[in-house]
């Protein structure tokens, strides 16, 4: 399970009150909720992390974690950014909220982060509304000095999914050590089918090209595709470590 699940549970901690600021709308089935917390002090976090919901419904309580897709430096509201699922009751609860309504949260939590820019070429890999970690932890690199070369490789179902593109193009020429590389799956394809998709475009340039290991990865998507494009890395030779991931 992702490496930072375990520590997202939050149970014991006294939950917090966000407020729906503001709704954007991505794609017919993605939404970004813009939230502020009323209470003090601020929401403070570490790019990567994620809060924990409270989602009333008419059956249960079941708490679900949503990645903050927003920078630390940007402060409130905060952004979360999700899609809906087959059957998600949980989202369809947040598609439901209005600007103006209470959600109750606990966190931020997480361990998939990226707080100080490491000393070596960076990875990252996500695939849909997983890019929501990594947007601010290349918000960072960006506004770092950082003197290493660092990708996104970003996967979609199609083009209406990727999302930030503009945004991330725009880094593209903003920092000249950022590539950026966008892939959507065929018409038709397979849901899995851009994970294969994303996983050959690893093995071909970052295990089959050159012997280079001192890479560091972070990947971010759902399902086994993630830990497909994790184990592919780990057993190449590169170190555990050095291949973050989460998988939701
Ligand atoms: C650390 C962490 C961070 C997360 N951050 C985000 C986030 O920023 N945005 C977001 O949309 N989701 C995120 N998720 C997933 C989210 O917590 C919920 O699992 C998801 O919204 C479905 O919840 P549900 O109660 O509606 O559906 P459930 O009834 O719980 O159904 C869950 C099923 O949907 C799958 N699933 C989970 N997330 C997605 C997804 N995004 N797209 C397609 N299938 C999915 C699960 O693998 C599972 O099979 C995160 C999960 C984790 C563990």
Redesign the pocket.
Known sequence: M?D??SA?SGATRPGRRAIVERIFDHNADTRSLFLRSPDSPPVSFVPGQ?ISIS?PLSDET?T????I?SSPEDGEPFE????R?R??????YLFGCDTGDELSFTGPF?L?TLDRPPESELVFVAI??GI??IRPMLRRLLASRFAHPFHLLYGASDEAHLLYRSELEGWTHAHRHFALELVTAPAAAAPDEIYDRIRAIVASRWVKSDTVRARQFYICG??PGVLGIRDLLRSSGYERRSVKY???
């Open positions: 992702a930072s699940k997202g994620f989602i079941r679900r974690a949503y990645t897709a979360i950014c999700f899609n699922v059957g998600g009751r949980g989202v369809d997480g998939f849909g509304t929501a970690p759902v399902g989460e998988q939701w």
